[in-house]
């Protein structure tokens, strides 16, 4: 099965609007991390947020938010006033385990366009 | 600085050749990975490095040799290239006891003809 599953191969939002990008997870460890990546054009990756499973407030990083629904083990990315650069792949990721020297689970990844 | 760089960032070679990528990392971080993207965007481990000891091996062709000779450089050894290795291969580094983020080199484009 999946650990990490992106439903959205591409999506559209216009320039200022917020838009949702989704991500399930599976995992039967208590503990473990989500993180969300983008990866523009360019091929870099860069990192944006990160959700710790005993986190209880939704995490945020400026115009990122995530959120975490840990029943329904979701862990959405929320970007808010959607900027041209915002055009990229993003990527879903989670952690298993405690921290340590874990490899990360990527999901297969959303691209996003940004419509001015 | 660059925190993780690797080189070469791209790779053009015939079948059956074999080349090396390098990584380095100033970060500090005790552990090192690498990943291939393939076509398909599809990001998967392929090994791991803790303070110089293999810790993750994935189900990768022997002909991938992993080096790494401190815990700052791990670099990616690939014996009789075939079609199918060509993807974009990323370096990356982590701290032991941190959230487990990962921080990434800028990609290695390896395109074998």
């Not at chain 1, 999506?11 to 200022?16: A, C, G």
């Not at chain 1, 990008?21 to 039967?28: A, F, I, M």
């Not at chain 1, 993180?35 to 990192?47: A, C, N, R, V």
């Not at chain 2, 990768?60 to 050894?77: G, Q, W, Y």
């Amino acid at each position: 099965a999946q650990k990490i599953t992106q439903t959205q191969p591409g999506m559209f939002v216009q320039e200022k609007e917020a838009v949702t990008l989704d991500c399930t997870y599976d995992t039967s460890d208590q503990s473990y991390g989500l993180f969300w990546y983008k990866q523009p054009s360019s091929g870099e990756m860069i990192f944006l947020i990160y959700q710790g499973s005993y986190d209880e407030q939704n995490a945020t990083e400026g115009r990122y938010s995530l959120n975490f629904q840990k029943a329904r083990k979701s862990a959405n990315l929320v970007i808010s006033a959607s900027q041209l650069g915002d055009s990229a792949m993003y990527f879903c990721a989670m952690r298993e385990g405690q921290t340590g020297a874990n490899n990360l689970f990527f999901g297969t990844g959303t691209r996003l366009t940004v419509i001015p | 600085d660059t925190a993780v760089s690797q080189t070469p960032k791209y790779l053009v070679t015939q079948m059956g050749n074999d080349k090396s990528i390098k990584c380095e990392q100033n970060l500090g971080h005790d552990t090192m990975y690498w990943y291939k993207q393939d076509s398909k965007k599809f990001l998967k481990i392929m090994f791991s490095y803790n303070n110089k000891e293999l810790i993750i091996n994935e189900t990768v062709p022997n002909r991938f040799s992993p080096k790494s000779p401190d815990k700052a450089h791990l670099n990616l050894h690939i014996n009789s290239l075939e079609l199918g290795d060509s993807a974009v291969y990323f370096c990356a580094s982590s701290k032991m006891g941190d959230t487990g983020e990962l921080f990434f080199g800028e990609g290695s484009r390896l395109t074998v003809l």
